[in-house]
């Protein structure tokens, strides 16, 4: 579960810059805090978390826009992006991740798998875009797809701001 060749360049980079990451979560549903928790030094670049499995906690603890929330599920790529910037603040972080999706078929997702993630970095949105996980995985494995396809986006984010 733990990817330490994508988490300790991550780590790597964000001591060196001395930047920090948040991470807002609902698909993975904790995962990617709990794998950067893991990560030797992890209290000197990350600075937490937040899960929100539902409609009204996205609103009321990442203050995603209710209307647009309602309309879509809580699953979009704006609903990300609001995530991803919102988590940034709340935890007074560099960086900030949000991502929110379905990892199993449900109605509500037009019995779809796929999740959308946005990565913030101050103001501006480094990554956007919808994932989509092979629909014969279990719940559990299409969330450690998400979770390693976020870590991967975010190492490539790291990598083109210093480039």
Same mark, same amino acid.
């Given at each position: 579960?733990? !990817?330490?060749?994508?988490?300790?360049?991550?780590?790597?980079?964000?001591?060196?810059?001395?930047?920090?990451?948040?991470?807002?979560?609902?698909?993975?549903? *904790?995962?990617?805090?709990?794998?950067?928790?893991?990560?030797? $030094?992890?209290?000197?670049?990350?600075?937490?978390?937040?899960?929100?499995?539902?409609?009204?906690?996205?609103?009321?603890? =990442?203050?995603?826009?209710?209307?647009?929330?309602?309309?879509?599920?809580?699953?979009?790529?704006?609903?990300?992006?609001?995530?991803?910037?919102?988590?940034?603040?709340?935890?007074g972080s560099n960086?900030?991740? *949000?991502?929110?999706?379905?990892?199993? #078929?449900?109605?509500?997702?037009? !019995?779809?798998?796929?999740?959308? =993630?946005?990565?913030?970095?101050?103001?501006?949105?480094?990554?956007?875009?919808?994932? $989509?996980? #092979?629909?014969?995985?279990?719940?559990?494995?299409?969330?450690n797809y998400y979770?390693?396809?976020?870590?991967?986006?975010?190492?490539?984010?790291?990598?083109?701001?210093?480039?």
């Open positions: 579960m733990i !990817n330490a060749n994508l988490l300790n360049p991550i780590r790597d980079h964000l001591i060196q810059e001395q930047e920090t990451l948040a991470v807002a979560e609902s698909v993975t549903s *904790g995962l990617l805090q709990f794998m950067f928790s893991q990560v030797d $030094e992890a209290s000197r670049f990350y600075e937490g978390g937040i899960t929100v499995y539902n409609l009204q906690q996205k609103i009321r603890q =990442l203050a995603v826009d209710p209307v647009h929330a309602r309309q879509t599920n809580c699953v979009s790529e704006k609903v990300a992006e609001q995530m991803a910037k919102h988590v940034a603040r709340l935890f960086w900030g991740i *949000g991502i929110t999706g379905y990892a199993s #078929p449900v109605p509500e997702g037009n !019995n779809k798998v796929y999740a959308y =993630l946005a990565i913030a970095h101050g103001k501006e949105i480094c990554y956007k875009g919808r994932l $989509e996980a #092979p629909e014969e995985n279990a719940m559990a494995a299409n969330q979770a390693k396809s976020a870590l991967t986006k975010l190492l490539m984010c790291l990598e083109q701001v210093v480039s």
